[in-house]
Nanobody, 121 residues
Framework: QVQLVESGGGLVQPGGSLRLSCAAS????????MGWYRQAPGKERELVAA???????NSADSVKGRFTISRDNAKNTVYLQMNSLKPEDTAVYYC???????????????WGQGTQVTVSS
C-alpha cells in the first residue's frame, strides 16, 4: 500500500518561513511528478508547485520568488520551502504524487492527508 505523509505545517508570522515535507512509502516501483496543492476555506484546491522526476519545476504566479519545490529521489520525498509568507498563503497544503506501485504496470495519483499552514500575527 502506498502512502504519502506530510509534515512541517504550523503557525507562522507574516514574513516568516516554513518547510513542508512529504514522504512516499510502500511498495513503490517508480515515482513520477510530485507536487503541492493548497485549499483555503471557501476556495477550490489550487496547484502551488510541481516537480518532475528529472527536476523540472513549475509554480503558481502567486508564489514565484517566495516558494521553492525540491525532491530527494533517494528518500522518495518532496519538499516545499516557503519564505516571505503572507496571510493569503493560509490554507491546508496537500502533497500529490504520481506513482507506479511495484505490483502493477499502471500509474496512480496519490494524495497526502494535508497539513495546515496559518500565517497570522
Amino acid at each position: 500500500q502506498v502512502q504519502l505523509v506530510e509534515s512541517g505545517g504550523g503557525l507562522v508570522q507574516p514574513g516568516g518561513s516554513l518547510r513542508l515535507s512529504c514522504a512516499a512509502s510502500g511498495t513503490i516501483f517508480s515515482i513520477y511528478a510530485m507536487g503541492w496543492y493548497r485549499q483555503a476555506p471557501g476556495k477550490e484546491r489550487e496547484l502551488v508547485a510541481a516537480i518532475t522526476s528529472g527536476g523540472s519545476t513549475n509554480s503558481a504566479d502567486s508564489v514565484k520568488g517566495r516558494f521553492t519545490i525540491s525532491r530527494d529521489n533517494a528518500k522518495n520525498t518532496v519538499y516545499l520551502q516557503m519564505n516571505s509568507l503572507k496571510p493569503e498563503d493560509t490554507a491546508v497544503y496537500y502533497c500529490k504524487a504520481t506513482i507506479r506501485p511495484a505490483v502493477t504496470m499502471k500509474r496512480y495519483d496519490y494524495w497526502g492527508q494535508g497539513t495546515q499552514v496559518t500565517v497570522s500575527s
